[in-house]
C-alpha cells in the first residue's frame, strides 16, 4: 500500500514517514502542493494525507487538481479547526478531516477505513480530449484515430502536465515558467507562448482556435478537457 503525505512542515513530514513506513507503507513525501500533484502523477499512491496550509498550490488547490483525475482516497491533516476549512475540504473532494495534534492510532485506522472504501480498479491519470488520449502514468500520448503514438519532447512534456495537473483551474505564466525552467526563467514569457504553440500543433484539432490548450491574456494558460470555444492567442 503506497502513501503520499504533503504537508510544508519538515518535522509533520518526517513523523508522519516514519508512522507510515513501520505500519508497512511505501511512502512517498511532497513539501509543497506543486509537489504533491506530482508525486501523485508519478506514483499512483493509494490515499494521499494532505496538510491544507502548503505554498506554490493550497491543500484546496491540490484537492481539486486531484479530482480533476483521480478518485484516490484524501484525508486532510490539518492545524485548522475552523469548521469552514473543514467544510471547504470536503466540498472540493476530501474523504476526511483530521485535525492537528492527531492520535497515531486513530490516524492509521482512518487511513484502513478510507482504503477499504476504496474500488480495487486501478485507475489511469490522465484524459481524453479531441482524438487525443494523455497518460501521466505512462507519459503517453496516443491519438485515439488510429492508435498512433504523439512525441512530446521533456519541456513540452512537463508543460502539459502541469496545465492537466490543474484541470479548469488558470496556471499563471510564472507559475509554469517556474515549473518548467525553474526560477531563473521567470520573466521568460516569450518562450512559454513558443511552446504552448508547439503543444497546440501537436493535440489540437485547429491550432489557431485552440480548444483545450487555452490562452488567458496577460494571465496564463488553462487546460479544459471538455473543450472551450473562446480563444485568445
Known amino acids: 500500500m503506497k502513501v503520499l503525505i504533503a504537508d510544508d512542515d519538515p518535522q509533520i513530514l518526517r513523523a508522519l514517514s516514519i508512522t507510515f513506513t513501520a505500519s508497512d507503507y511505501d511512502v512517498v513525501t511532497a513539501a509543497d502542493g506543486a509537489a504533491a500533484l506530482r508525486r501523485a502523477a508519478e506514483h ?5 494525507v494532505l496538510d491544507l496550509g502548503m505554498p506554490r498550490l493550497s491543500g484546496i488547490d491540490v484537492i481539486h487538481g486531484l479530482r480533476g483525475w483521480s478518485s484516490v482516497p484524501i484525508l486532510v491533516v490539518s492545524g485548522r479547526m475552523d469548521s469552514i476549512d473543514k467544510v471547504q475540504a470536503l466540498d472540493a473532494g476530501a474523504d476526511d478531516y483530521v485535525t492537528k495534534p492527531f492520535l497515531t492510532d486513530e490516524l492509521l485506522a482512518r ?3 478510507l482504503t477499504r472504501r476504496r474500488l480495487p480498479a486501478q485507475e489511469e491519470a490522465g484524459a481524453s480530449f479531441g482524438d487525443v488520449r494523455v497518460d501521466l502514468v505512462a507519459k503517453s500520448v496516443v491519438r485515439t ?3 498512433s503514438s504523439i512525441h512530446l519532447t521533456r519541456t513540452e512534456w512537463r508543460l502539459l502536465e502541469t496545465l492537466m495537473l490543474n484541470p479548469g483551474r488558470l496556471v499563471a505564466q510564472e ?5 518548467v525552467w525553474g526560477p531563473e526563467h521567470v520573466r521568460d514569457s516569450g518562450y512559454l507562448r513558443l511552446y504552448i504553440r508547439q503543444l497546440r500543433k501537436k493535440l489540437e484539432p485547429d491550432p489557431s ?3 483545450y490548450l487555452l490562452t488567458e491574456a496577460g494571465m496564463g494558460y488553462r487546460f479544459m478537457a471538455n473543450g472551450n470555444q473562446r480563444h485568445d492567442s
Request: hydrophobic share 30%.
Open 44 to 48: 499512483h499512491p493509494d490515499i494521499v
Open 111 to 113: 487511513v484502513r477505513a
Open 145 to 147: 484515430t488510429d492508435g
Open 175 to 179: 507559475n509554469l515558467l517556474t515549473e
Open 209 to 211: 482556435t485552440p480548444r
